[in-house]
């Protein structure tokens, strides 16, 4: 019941709702969005330079990470005392994908 056939140019696509609600529920916060498209931009980047980007709290951007992090969409490495965050782009283009794939559904 977790996955519905979905008509698509891709024969036998199947969407994975509760994955696809994940995706939506991690980008449904515009700072998220915000952050999401930051790091997009780049390689790589610590929280501190998000944090001095959007004029955020560290606390909030770090539970916007975690939150990205838990989606999967974003992943980061340690690195010294700090933690480098990246867009996982292979995660990015699937739910972009699966969104797709979704809406072609409801075109009537």
């Avoid at 980008?27 to 997009?40: G, K, Q, S, V």
């Avoid at 340690?78 to 972009?96: G, I, Q, T």
């Amino acid at each position: 019941m977790n996955n519905v056939d979905i008509p698509s140019k891709t024969a036998g696509a199947a969407t994975d709702l509760p994955v696809l609600a994940a995706g939506f529920a991690a980008l449904a916060h515009p700072a998220r969005l915000r952050i999401l498209c930051h790091l997009a931009r780049r390689d790589a980047c610590c929280c501190r330079e998000i944090v001095d980007t959007f004029e955020l709290a560290q606390s909030t951007v770090s539970q916007h990470l975690k939150v990205l992090v838990d989606a999967g969409l974003v992943h980061y490495r340690p690195e010294n005392r700090r933690s480098r965050y990246m867009v996982d782009r292979e995660a990015v283009a699937r739910l972009e994908e699966q969104v797709s794939t979704f809406l072609s559904c409801c075109h009537v």
